[in-house]
Structures are given as C-alpha cells and as structure tokens.
C-alpha cells in the first residue's frame, strides 16, 4: 500500500500532477533582521564571501563562507528557541523527529483584511470562519497565515519598524492558544520576519505564537512566500531545519507539495 502510494507519488511529480512550490524567500546581504529593543543583544546579518571562484584560490572550484544568525530568512523556529519551551529534550534542531518534518498545512487567507490594516490581528473568530469554509483543521498541520506580506521582499516595509515598535499582523494569544489546545497543530507559520505580531511585546502572554507554540513543542515558520500558490487545504509541507547541534532554528528551503 505505501510503496505504491509513495509510486504513484513519484509519477505524479514526474507528470507535474503534484507541484513543487517553494516558499522560501532567497537569501542575501539584503535579508531583513528582526530588531529587538537595543538593551537585547542583536542578530547577525547573512553575510557571504568567496572562498575561491575558478581562480588562484581555488582553480577549479566555487565556494563561499556564510554567517547569519540561526533566526535569518526563511526559518524554522525550534520549540527550545522559547524559554517555555527549554526542557524538551527533543526539541532542538537535531533531536526533533524528522517525521514531523513532513506535514500537512491549512493556510488561512488574511490578505483582504492586512491591505487595509497592517497591524491585523488573527482572533479565534476569524478560524472559525475559516473552518466553516474548509473544514476542521486537522491536528499535526500547519497553520499558515496569508498576507501577501511577502511581496515587500527585502524594503523597510517589511520590518515596518515605527516609533512604537514593528507594524505587522499576527495572531492573538487567543488565537494561538484555540490552535494549540483544541487543534493540537504541528505549528505555525507566516510571511513576516518573526511568527508574532508586531505589537506581541504587549500581549498576555508576549509573543504567543513563541510563548505558547513553542511551551507546547511546537513549531514555527517565518518569512515565508508564494503562499498565494497554496490551496486552503491539501497542501504537504517538507520542512527540515539544518542539523545543528543544538540548534534553535535555522534557515530552511520550505517546500509545498501541490496538486495541479
Ligand atoms: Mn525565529
């Protein structure tokens, strides 16, 4: 039964019946960072710089050296990122079973209600609605939420930084809290730089989607794109974090399969 699922699987990727969609953004110099208030210590930047390129340093080959924080680009938020979430001994980037790498996603399309409000808050009701269109989300999915924040790529507008702190939309701890206890989620997942709202620093409990998500050994997703080419449901996500030793996130090529 599996074999001949995981067949069928391979001839649909070959006839292009199953897509690939990647929801990565690329990674440059350019990437945008999450600011923190300046009494917190700051994330590097991605950087890159040749180690040879056909040339005397290496005549035959290209290659580079990288640095970035762990929490840069497209990333993967492990549950021991959180305070909440320190205990887990499976919950580092190299303990985490890999079989939950591969998942589900529900993604609930908030563009309408972001393009006139950045700072759009993700309530329970908003689920609800949802669900009365698609259906129960499923426990072990992802949950991603659409905002076309994505297509502000790499300019000031996608930090958003104001005088009050970043403006970007996000969920409520309510929000996170329903998907959590009643859905029992893999994680959740989103186009801005962190998986919080901007504001979160105020909400109770602060930064939910990492307070809560990651105190119940759950995952995140941030900066992800192309989210527009996803279904509200259907989709299967391969999201495996680089293997560091333990790691608390890392940047990752998230990957959806579709079907055409
Ligand atoms: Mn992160």
């Known amino acids: 039964m599996s074999a001949t699922l995981l067949t069928q699987l391979a001839a649909a990727l070959a006839n292009n019946t199953v897509r690939v969609v990647d929801l990565t953004q690329t990674l440059r110099p350019s990437t945008p960072v999450i600011q923190l208030p300046p009494e917190f210590a700051p994330s590097n930047p991605f950087t890159i710089s040749e180690i040879s390129h056909y040339d005397s340093r290496g005549p035959g080959w290209y290659w580079n050296n990288l640095s970035m924080g762990e929490h840069t680009g497209t990333h993967f938020d492990a549950p021991v990122h959180w305070v909440t979430g320190q205990h887990y001994a499976d919950g580092f980037t190299d303990t985490i079973p890999a079989q939950r790498f591969v998942a589900p996603a529900c993604v609930i399309d908030c563009t309408k209600e972001v393009a006139t409000d950045e700072k759009f808050v993700l309530e ?137």
């Open 124 to 260: 329970v009701p908003h689920i609800d609605t949802w669900e009365k269109q698609h259906g129960k989300i499923p426990a072990g999915a992802w949950v991603l939420m659409r905002t076309g924040w994505s297509t502000r790529g790499d300019s000031p507008a996608f930090l958003n930084m104001k005088a009050d702190g970043p403006h970007s939309p996000g969920p409520s701890a309510a929000a996170i809290t329903f998907l959590v206890k009643e859905r029992d989620v893999n994680g959740w997942g989103v186009e801005a730089v962190g998986t919080d709202h901007g504001q979160a620093f105020a909400f109770e409990p602060a930064f939910p989607a990492h307070n809560l998500m990651h105190g119940a050994k759950k995952f995140g997703l941030a900066s992800l794109c192309n989210l527009d080419q996803l279904p509200p449901t259907g989709a299967l996500l391969i999201t495996p974090p680089l293997k560091i030793a333990k790691g608390s996130g890392s940047p990752l090529r998230v990957l959806a399969l579709v079907a055409a």
